[in-house]
């Protein structure tokens, strides 16, 4: 079991917060494997770096999120400036071109890093990346979008993620039906009922919609040396985050290739919503060893 070392970066406007499990440079070889999220922080691949004790393992909070202090006066996320904050880790790291896992939002901010920074990533396995535009309904996906961004607004935390998840849990595409149906409520699905009066959630807020508003380059991605690899989870299928990866996969002329569980497969049970991260970890190595 690799012991886990925390550094910190000080990089244009912000303290990136990052831990590092194993040596480096990475013995055997093997690239330093990046896994990396957003809005999650590092902590939530605690259970799938633990599956990785062969491989020098880093993971980080993006800025402003988690323990990433932020300094350039901002509250936006865009994938833009989480690919330059990656650059400079993996520069920092010292340790050439990583393999990276990305999960969502994390997964659009890894194909900017592809498609800006192309000698950073030797593997890039993108699971589920939330991305508007490789929808055929996407004019509508930004209406559901706009929807939970106003439950929020109007009635707080509770309300907004009743309605993401609605969202991101309907079958298939963004039809009248979906629009047509009662605003869900937070008991449904347990969630409390209070409001605290913050609105500034990176996921109900609009500071992450940069992240699904993201048009990726296809020209640009098939033609980087690094060797791209699109994931979806096998229990998604049809559901909002299921399709759009496999609409990016097919923008750059490929399938994408299922992973055990669901868009949280990784995940070990300490935020309630457990994936498989035993079979999920399996996947992810015989994917990367393909390479």
């Given at each position: ?11 244009p ?228 985050t ?14 994408a ?35």
């Amino acid at each position: 079991m690799h012991v886990k070392h925390t550094h910190t970066l000080a990089v244009p406007g912000a303290d990136l917060v990052y831990d590092v499990r194993g040596p480096l440079p990475p013995s055997g070889g093997r690239p330093a494997l990046l896994m990396i999220g957003q809005p999650m922080t590092a902590d939530g691949f605690d259970a799938l770096a633990a599956r990785f004790t062969d491989r020098t393992v880093v993971t980080y909070d993006p800025r402003g999120l988690g323990r990433s202090i932020r300094r350039d006066g901002r509250s936006d996320h865009t994938p833009q400036q989480q690919a330059a904050d990656l650059h400079l880790l993996i520069e920092a790291l010292g340790a050439g071109p990583v393999d990276v896992f990305a999960s969502s939002g994390g997964a659009v901010t890894a194909l900017e890093l592809v498609a800006t920074y192309p000698g950073d990533v030797v593997t890039l396995v993108a699971h589920e990346p939330p991305i508007n535009a490789v929808l055929p309904d996407a004019v509508a996906a930004e209406r559901a979008r706009a929807g939970f961004h106003e439950a929020y607004q109007a009635r707080g935390t509770g309300a907004g993620m009743a309605a993401f998840i609605a969202m991101t849990s309907w079958q298939g595409e963004f039809t009248d039906d979906y629009f047509a149906r009662p605003a869900p409520e937070p008991a449904m699905f347990g969630l409390s009922t209070d409001d605290d009066g913050s609105r500034d959630d990176p996921l109900l807020s609009k500071s992450s919609w940069a992240i699904t508003d993201y048009r990726p380059d296809a020209g640009v991605l098939t033609s980087t040396p690094t060797r791209i690899v699109i994931a979806v989870g096998e229990e998604s299928a049809g559901t909002y985050t299921a399709r759009t990866a496999v609409g990016t996969a097919a923008l750059l002329g490929q399938e994408a290739v299922v992973f055990p569980s669901h868009h949280g497969g990784f995940l070990g049970d300490q935020f309630g919503y457990a994936g498989k991260p035993e079979e999920f970890a399996a996947r992810l190595r015989e994917v990367l060893d393909a390479g």
